[in-house]
């Protein structure tokens, strides 16, 4: 069983930079992959961010969107069980309500933060 909780979403301008911070509790049994969402205003949640757990077996780099490549970072703080997602060059087509999730690979189960809000405007 985990739990997410987001936090870091606001209004921020054209340009500019921001930091989403996932605080997690609990633990699973095996592998899982760690990713931010995101969706906007009358659109369909779509990933923005993906990694993998640390130690896991397969070694691969973290999966962004091609929306958000060069743009965004998503790092983990494992002993704070803490995910990151750092935000530079904000546009506002970044506009929307952000999510942590922590999928289960053994499982199958998605875990889902409660979500925030990001709006980019000036």
């Known amino acids: 069983q985990v739990q997410l909780v987001e936090s870091g979403g606001g209004l921020v301008q054209p340009g500019g930079s921001l930091r989403l911070s996932c605080a997690a509790s609990?633990?699973?049994?095996?592998?899982?992959?760690l990713g931010w969402y995101r969706q906007p205003p009358g659109k369909t949640r779509e990933l923005v961010a993906s990694?993998?757990?640390?130690?896991?077996?397969?070694?691969?780099?973290?999966q962004y969107a091609d929306s958000v490549k060069g743009r965004f970072a998503i790092s983990l703080d494992a002993a704070m069980n803490t995910l990151y997602l750092q935000m530079n060059g904000l546009k506002p087509d970044d506009t929307a309500v952000y999510y942590c999730?922590?999928?289960?690979?053994?499982?199958?189960?998605?875990?889902w933060g409660q979500g925030t809000q990001v709006t980019v405007s000036s």
């Open positions: 999730n922590v999928y289960d690979l053994w499982g199958g189960v998605d875990y």
């Open positions: 990694m993998r757990s640390p130690g896991a077996a397969s070694l691969g780099a973290a």
């Open positions: 609990g633990s699973l049994s095996g592998p899982y992959t």
